[in-house]
């Protein structure tokens, strides 16, 4: 099987981890520091911690029950350094790792990965914080069933009783099966609760779509997807956008747009701020646009009459590439386990192959012209040479019409004989035989 495994992302639905929490506050604020202020820069941590996608509105339906005079300002531009700090780290997540069967470090094997709903942390993915992204090549698997793929053992990441009053909301894990080259998208992932006693397992079927090179010498619009590299119409027309970034970047420029700030999971952008606890009500307001996120350009939208309120972009993938079908399941799982073991998952192929599909242009000019001279022949009985007799006596019969209007006739009389003659002139046209 010639595809590559795909990426798993695991995100914990609780962004922040109490003890680390506890040691920024007291690194930030010293010694001598009271319950109320650690309390406010808690909430104000977990407010940030909400500003996520798809449901921006958390945050601020969190502040509403707070008093908002109690929230902390934090500096702006070490938000993301910040939340890095005070998050779950491997370590914090993960108890056992797995790849075909075989134990290994998971620190190894996983690493930070920037989504739109904060930091998590990636297998297989090119698109993760890796230390040489340029040198790194996707793992392959050529085995099916269970426990041939990548297993993982999960902790509890509500951390004791820290976090666990708010945590029955939101406890968890969301796992994303995507593309080793493109960002985890979100709004695909499966929620995994606490289940100790069972496995979650996720089957990948792998599909490969080959573009003939038919495809590349179409028109960007009739093509509907983009060659390896860009043409420069892809490019002005903003359509081009590599590896999967393309909605996610959208969305923060309609953030960007409407609230002045990008949340801090995406890259800094200068002059930009990051979105803070003083843009949750803007982001709230935009949640139901963002979601509704529309594939296609405005003027589409407005021949379609589309009342609902979305965020239009153009975002259109490679001619090129491969997609992950899943399926989930739950299973009993009856296995000795440790007391810190939360939920067990397993990934794995489906089956031992994939499906390939192969796109084309199947109806080209030439096709056009068998196809006429085809149905003619069935049709009519006739063929080319027929056509071409059929062409060759029309002009013809053209010819001796043209011919004969302009002939002049004239009449002579001889006198010495009283009979008369016709003398008849004709008109050259030398551009037929």
């Keep these: 099987m010639e595809f590559e495994f795909p990426a798993v992302t695991i995100c914990s639905l609780i962004k922040l981890k109490v003890t ?26 977990l407010a940030i911690s909400l500003l996520q996608f798809p449901h921006y509105n958390y945050a601020s339906e969190y502040i509403a029950i707070l008093n908002s005079s109690s929230l902390k300002p934090i500096q702006n531009e070490d938000i993301p ?32 990965q920037k989504t739109e709903e904060g930091f ?21 698997n050529y085995l099916s069933g269970r426990h041939t793929g990548l297993g993982v053992t999960l902790k509890d990441p509500s951390d004791g009783n820290g976090f ?26 499966y929620q995994i609760k606490r289940s100790s006693d069972k496995i979650n397992t996720i089957i990948v079927s792998p599909q490969k779509f080959l573009a003939d090179e038919t495809i590349k010498n179409l028109p960007a619009k009739v093509r509907d997807c983009y060659w390896l590299e860009p043409t420069e119409e892809e490019e002005a027309s903003h359509i081009f956008l590599r590896n999967g970034f393309c909605q996610a970047s959208c969305r923060r420029d309609a953030i960007r747009s409407n609230c002045g700030c990008v949340p801090y999971f995406f890259e800094p952008v200068p002059g930009v701020k990051f979105c803070s606890i003083e843009h949750a009500k803007c982001l709230a307001n935009m949640n139901v646009k963002l979601r509704n996120f529309d594939m296609y350009d405005l003027e589409d939208m ?15 993938k490679f001619c090129s590439h491969v997609n992950y079908q899943t399926q989930f ?13 939360y939920a067990h998952l397993d990934v794995t192929y489906f089956r031992r192959w994939g499906q390939t599909y192969r ?12 196809a006429v001279g085809g149905y003619a022949s069935l049709l009519l009985g006739s063929s ?22 302009f002939t002049n006739k004239k009449v002579v009389m001889d006198t010495r004989t009283q009979s008369t003659k016709t003398i008849i002139n004709y008109v050259e046209y030398p551009f037929l035989p």
């Excluded at 796109?359 to 068998?370: I, M, N, P, Q, Y």
């Excluded at 080319?384 to 209007?405: K, N, W």
Aim: hydrophobic fraction near 35%; include cysteine; charged fraction near 25%.
């Design 384 to 405: 080319l040479i027929s056509f071409l007799e059929i062409f060759y006596y029309f002009l013809r019969c053209l010819y001796l019409f043209i011919t004969a209007r």
């Design 81 to 112: 350094k910040i939340m890095i700090e005070v998050g779950h780290q491997i370590d914090d997540l993960f108890e056992i790792c797995t790849w075909k069967g075989k134990p290994l470090n998971c620190k190894d094997i996983f690493h930070l």
């Design 359 to 370: 796109k084309e242009v199947k109806f080209t000019f030439g096709d056009l012209s068998a």
């Design 329 to 341: 399941s739950t299973a009993p799982y009856h296995l000795l386990f440790s007391t810190n073991e």
């Design 20 to 45: 680390r929490v506890r040691s920024y506050i007291r690194r930030t604020l010293g010694r001598n520091f009271s319950t109320e202020e650690s309390e406010s820069y808690v909430s104000t941590l």
């Design 164 to 189: 666990r009053k708010f945590a029955r909301r939101y406890d968890g894990y969301n796992v994303i099966i995507h593309n080793p080259n493109e960002i985890p998208d979100v709004t695909n992932a």
């Design 302 to 316: 407005k021949e379609c009459n589309q009342t609902i309120d979305t965020w239009s972009c153009r975002c259109i």
């Design 120 to 140: 998590c942390y990636s297998f297989n993915s090119r698109t993760a914080e890796l230390e040489n992204r340029t040198n790194f090549t996707p793992l392959k």
